[in-house]
Nanobody, 127 residues
Framework: QVQLVQSGGGLVQAGGSLRLSCAAS????????MGWFRQAPGQEREFVAV????????GYVDSVKGRFTISRDNAKNTVYLQMNSLKPEDTAVYYC????????????????????WGQGTQVIVSS
């Protein structure tokens, strides 16, 4: 079992920055893809970013490229999402997710391919 505990988030003006954290416990961090998803009211859960274990590289949805940065600290079992130049359309509940995926899979952007989820944290960007 992996437990994910999120922190960060809140209310920020457009153009501002926030950092989300997701701390994992219960298992070693190694071998896990760590993803961030978000869900706005009335909308489907949307892929935002991923730290791909097998390739040591990130992936992003086009709408956040150049503004969001995902990083992971394997020693602390924590993944971060630095969000800069925030826009009102970034407003959503953000979730971190983990899936043991030691070999590369292109399914990293599919929410139901993740087993473990954080509790969610609200991000509100005012215009």
């Amino acid at each position: 079992q992996v437990q994910l505990v999120q922190s960060g988030g809140g209310l920020v003006q457009a153009g501002g920055s926030l950092r989300l954290s997701c701390a994992a416990s219960g298992r070693t961090f190694g071998g896990y893809d760590m993803g961030w998803f978000r869900q706005a009211p009335g909308q489907e859960r949307e892929f935002v970013a991923v730290s791909i274990w097998s390739r040591g590289s990130p992936g992003y949805v086009d709408s956040v490229k150049g503004r969001f940065t995902i990083s992971r600290d394997n020693a602390k079992n924590t993944v971060y999402l630095q969000m800069n130049s925030l826009k009102p359309e970034d407003t959503a509940v953000y979730y971190c997710a983990a899936e043991f995926r030691p070999r590369y899979s292109s399914l990293y952007s599919v929410s139901h391919e993740y087993t473990y989820w954080g509790q969610g944290t609200q991000v509100i960007v005012s215009s």
